[in-house]
């Protein structure tokens, strides 16, 4: 079975951090553009990061510049996302995602985890 699985998500107050992983299985991510992508209540799915196959391009939601970082690991077929200064607004489901391809694009995602919720509040 080819599976994403994310860990990480929990409570946490603001200004506090969490680093989120996305461990594949079933195939070797490196082949893979990773991207993480998040929901909040009420609003529609955004893109807050990519990360080509090998970690040659990364790309970020403006909103998280300076405050995420994504990273990648293929000897340990995962994917992390470090979360600095949280805030409220960062509240959401947070979605590992790989694309077709190596490289970050607009096309869409062929496969997806089921989640994992990051909750900040005080």
């Known amino acids: 079975q080819l599976q994403l699985v994310e860990s990480g998500g929990g409570l946490v107050q603001p200004g506090g951090s969490l680093r989120l992983s996305c461990a594949g299985s079933?195939?070797?991510?490196?082949?893979?553009?990773i991207g993480w992508f998040r929901q909040a209540p009420g609003k529609e799915r955004e893109g807050v990061s990519c990360i080509s196959g090998s970690g040659e391009t990364t790309n970020y939601l403006d909103s998280v510049k300076g405050r995420f970082t994504i990273s990648r690991d293929n000897a340990r077929n995962t994917v992390y996302l470090q979360m600095d200064n949280l805030a409220p607004e960062d509240t959401a489901v947070y979605y590992c995602a790989a694309r077709n391809t190596r490289w970050c694009g607009r096309s869409g995602m062929a496969y997806w985890g089921k989640g994992t919720l990051v909750t900040v509040s005080s």
């Open positions: 079933g195939f070797t991510l490196d082949y893979y553009a």
